[in-house]
């Protein structure tokens, strides 16, 4: 399978402890996308890298968030003293987005399903 | 109010109906325009795409832009069950830059044989 996988699938959590997902982008792809989707919500944008730099940061990215993509490939994203409030899947989406090209056409992983206790 | 709004339904058909899914937008800079379907437990996946305004068809699909009323629709033609999913709407500016899609709360749909 050659599309985007992120891990762990599902995580359960006790408020106040460290998190990491990892999302692994087609290998292809120059830009790796973080949102986040909570029940009857659409994604919303956390942060993107175009290869290896970190280019934008949504006002949601809490300090308590952080975010890599080390050597342009696959991304962690850590969130430390977790809240209730984090509980939510969190996706992971590449692109092959060239200058001046089309920006929308996003392929997204599975998710990764936090629960925050 | 949000820049992208979508109706969150559910939206219930009969099979074979024709469906009518659509979004308002508020930003005069979107230009392009996307519809993305999610399965539950399932990322999105894009379904189509147009530039400014306009109709899109594939198959059975048909997405069209009036850019004038800041509103998108999404017509499905003999809906099956197969079909039943969230439906997002998404919108960028032109393309370039740092620009991020912008998404809608999407529509669930179901379709029952």
């Known amino acids: 399978d050659t599309g985007v996988s992120q891990d762990p699938r599902h995580k359960i959590t006790k408020r106040g402890q460290n998190v990491t997902f990892r999302c692994d982008p087609i290998s292809e792809h120059n830009r790796l996308y973080w949102y986040r989707q909570t029940l009857g919500q659409g994604p919303e944008f956390l942060t993107y890298?175009?290869?290896?730099?970190?280019?934008?940061k949504s006002r949601l990215l809490s300090d308590r968030f952080s975010a890599e993509r080390p050597k342009g490939s696959f991304s962690t994203l850590e969130i430390q003293r977790t809240e209730q409030g984090d509980s939510a899947m969190y996706l992971c989406?590449?692109?092959?987005?060239?200058?001046?090209?089309?920006?929308?056409?996003?392929?997204f992983g599975e998710g990764s399903r936090l629960t925050v206790l | 109010q949000k820049e992208v709004e979508q109706d969150p339904g559910p939206l219930s058909v009969p099979e074979g109906a024709i469906v009518s899914l659509n979004c308002t937008y508020s930003?005069?800079?979107?230009?392009?325009f996307m519809w993305y379907r999610q399965y539950s437990r399932k990322g999105p996946e894009l379904l189509m795409y147009t530039y400014s305004s306009g109709n899109k068809e594939d198959g059975r699909f048909t997405a069209q832009v009036d850019k004038s009323s800041k509103y998108i629709s999404l017509f499905i033609r003999d809906s099956q069950p197969s079909d039943s999913a969230t439906y997002l709407c998404a919108m960028t500016p032109p393309s370039g830059g740092s620009y991020i899609p912008t998404f809608g709360r999407g529509t669930s749909l179901i379709v029952h044989p």
């Open positions: 930003n005069s800079a979107f230009q392009y």
């Open positions: 989406a590449s692109s092959l987005t060239l200058e001046g090209g089309f920006t929308g056409e996003l392929f």
């Open positions: 890298f175009q290869n290896e730099a970190q280019l934008e």
